[in-house]
């Protein structure tokens, strides 16, 4: 990979990962919070046009299924690919400062990522067999399981970012 | 891109959908991930180690090198569930209809829920005030 570096500068290289990891995340969270909540509250039919929260909810969930595997691997592995230089250059000087929550929250952040990674092909063969009702109760509450741990995992990543960020 | 190939992805994922084999490997794999996962980070047993600051790896678990910066156990951790997951997955999807109806879905979910406080706990270390 050093050839890149004679193009960019080594900074430019890992920021652009972090970024691309960040919006990968982004996509990831909108999937996964419109599949849950659609699964959490049924889209109903109003009497008049439909409002935010219908509509926000009345997404086809089966067809987010694909995406949100492929988003998580994605998003798994570019954190993985930054993981290293965050583990020198930005989890060394949070000890440094005494940010030892923030850094307990990233290490269940990590965990959770992985644990996740777990969950996805039983999360795209329930999706997949959506017509299935015997799998309604685990698709449901896998769907939003796997949800709020995007949401923890996003909020922490985005807290560390605060914490020692660009600059810093 | 030819018709064949064109069509051979979605004949495969749809193949993988109707699989009862597939089934029972998905919810095996999803519910020991968790289980070893937890296991490995609590025993600390990486797969390998990797040391960022010189790049080198160890196989198992490696304490950091004096001067040479960090050592990194999640990958090992991860390596080793995804291969410990898939072997029982694997296992699991040899097993008769009859047993792997039996597994109880419900633990997909309730299996990483109850490793978070878990991990909470293992975590310890840095919930100080």
């Known amino acids: 990979m050093d050839f890149i570096y004679d193009y960019i500068s080594v900074n430019t290289f890992w920021t652009i990962l972090f970024i691309v990891h960040a919006l990968l995340a982004v996509a990831l969270l909108g999937a996964l919070t419109h599949q849950a909540m659609s699964v959490l509250m049924r889209a109903h039919q109003a009497a008049g046009p439909a409002g935010f929260v219908t509509r926000f909810t009345a997404v086809h969930g089966p067809s987010y299924a694909a995406a949100v595997c492929v988003l998580w691997i994605a998003t798994f592995i570019f954190g993985a690919w930054i993981y290293a230089k965050y583990r020198i250059y930005v989890r060394i000087p949070i000890e440094q400062d005494g940010f030892w929550k923030t850094q307990g929250a990233f290490e269940l952040k990590e965990h959770l990522a992985t644990i996740g990674l777990g969950l996805l092909p039983i999360y795209w063969y329930f999706w997949k067999n959506a017509r299935t009702v015997d799998y309604d109760s685990a698709r449901k509450w896998l769907t939003v399981t796997l949800a709020a741990m995007c949401w923890y995992m996003f909020l922490t990543g985005h807290i560390v970012n605060n914490v020692r960020g660009f600059g810093s | ?129």
């Open chain 2, 1 to 129: 891109m030819s018709t064949t190939t064109q069509t051979a992805v979605p004949a495969q994922a749809a193949s993988l959908a109707s699989s009862t084999a597939f089934r029972t490997f998905a919810t095996v794999f999803a519910i020991a991930t968790p289980v070893i996962y937890v296991t490995c980070e609590m025993a600390n047993i990486p797969l390998f180690t990797y040391h960022p600051g010189t790049g080198n790896m160890n196989f198992g678990w490696a304490p950091a090198v004096k001067d040479e910066g960090p050592a990194m156990h999640w990958y090992g951790w991860t390596a080793a569930t995804l291969l410990g997951a898939g072997a029982l997955g694997i296992i699991a999807a040899k097993l008769p209809e009859s047993a792997a109806r039996r597994i109880p879905l419900a633990l997909v979910w309730i299996a990483p829920l109850a490793a978070v406080p878990v991990l909470i706990y293992a975590l310890r270390f840095f919930w100080r005030w």
